[in-house]
């Protein structure tokens, strides 16, 4: 796959190549600029695993990069919010590397639709200054690609915690446009960051969903 690096923006802010200093290009479409990457080293210098600015970062809306023509047409996207066009409930769920994640529904929208899921995975030890996340990459059975999501907001659920060894996060990973009309099948892949660390890396989730039957 080949992306436009005309209109990179940095994958943190958003903010297009004209409007930094220095934009740094990693694989695919992501990138950072260097004001992100000092925030970035600001938040390594804290003591805190969860600072105020780690999680400030980490809280940002996902930047969209690969339709700079539909921002412009719809300039800020979550203002259009309103109930789902369409639900399907999926309930899936997978064990992997001692973490499980369960798709619950997908949402479509008029511009978008939206993936639900849960993340239960052993609690990060202290000392991380890292918020977790997932990164979702989707196709559909007509060969549409949504690359790289980063899984949109995450929310700590303590309460659905079955005692210390789990921590639970809820996430709502967003995706534009929508899948083809033509599509039968949604293919979800997800990964943990993190674990490209381990040896051996883990296999990303992987989950098909019919999405007419
Ligand atoms: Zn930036």
Not at 18 to 41: D, F, H, K, W
Not at 46 to 64: D, I, M
Not at 128 to 154: A, E, K, N
Request: aromatic share 10%; with cysteine; hydrophobic share 35%.
């Amino acid at each position: 796959m080949s992306f436009d690096r005309s209109t990179a923006r940095c994958s943190f802010c958003g903010h297009p190549s004209s409007e930094v200093r220095r934009m740094i290009a990693g694989p695919g479409a992501a990138y950072i600029c260097n004001e992100c990457l000092q925030l970035c080293t600001e938040i390594l210098n804290e003591q805190t695993p969860f600072s105020e600015k780690a999680l400030e970062l980490a809280s940002r809306p996902p930047v969209v990069i690969a339709t700079p023509q539909v921002r412009e047409q719809h300039p800020e996207p979550t203002l259009l919010k309103r109930e789902p066009t369409r639900t399907i409930t999926i309930e899936l769920e997978q064990k992997q590397h001692g973490m499980t994640l369960m798709l619950h529904q997908l949402h479509y929208y008029t511009d978008h639709f939206e993936l639900r899921f849960l993340w239960i995975r052993p609690p990060l030890t202290s000392g991380f200054t890292f918020v977790p996340r997932l990164i979702f990459f989707l196709t559909d059975s007509t060969g549409m690609q949504w690359p790289g999501d980063r899984g949109g907001h995450l929310l700590a659920r303590p309460e659905l915690a079955n005692g210390p060894n789990h921590a639970v996060y809820q996430g709502n990973a967003r995706f534009q446009p929508l899948p083809s009309p033509d599509a039968r099948m949604l293919t979800v892949r997800a990964t943990d960051p993190l674990g490209q660390f381990e040896e051996p890396a883990p296999h990303a989730w992987h989950f098909d969903i019919t999405l007419f039957s």
